[in-house]
């Protein structure tokens, strides 16, 4: 769907050969080639960021949205209207290598703000850098405690347990 709707379906980028006459099997097979590739490509990603990022529970994805990503995207619209605008008024017109440098270096701009300024290591950095130093060895120490009480062989035998002897999470 998303080849479909966002990547122009079976159209090969930056080509116009395939969408001339004569119609021949090799461009119906190098479109429908592209048009897999394209799939192929968008269930990678898909399954890609699924196994890597973390869950988020539903308030935190709610609060995100609402409070972060909204504003972020209503703040986003106006910004460029005005760049656009702006350029329309330098005489700068749509579709001119300075008007689509402009956006670039624009847009450019605004993600240095928005994740070097603003986010400053929040949203974009594991959860690990937001902890303080002594809570992660605190976190290594248990770890540590752990691991040292599995491979006793105390630990090991239940006639021989002491349940006071072994740390608890």
Do not use: H
């Amino acid at each position: 769907f998303v080849t479909t709707l966002f990547l122009g379906g079976w159209d090969i980028p930056f080509t116009t050969w395939d969408n001339v006459p004569p119609w021949t099997l090799l461009k119906t097979i190098a479109t429908f080639a592209f048009f897999a590739a394209k799939v192929l490509f968008f269930l990678f990603l898909y399954i890609w960021i699924r196994w890597t990022l973390p869950r988020f529970r539903y308030d935190q994805l709610m609060a995100l949205g609402w409070k972060f990503m909204l504003p972020v995207a209503l703040g986003y619209v106006v910004v460029v209207a005005t760049a656009v605008l702006a350029l329309d008024v330098f005489g700068i017109q749509p579709g001119t290598l300075a008007f689509t440098g402009a956006l670039f270096l624009m847009n450019l701009l605004l993600v240095a703000v928005l994740f070097i300024v603003v986010d400053r290591g929040r949203l974009i950095s594991p959860a690990s850098a937001r902890a303080r130093t002594r809570e992660i060895e605190r976190l290594r120490g248990l770890a540590r405690a752990r691991v040292a009480a599995m491979r006793d062989p105390a630990f090991r035998d239940p006639a021989l347990r002491d349940p006071s002897s072994v740390p608890s999470a």
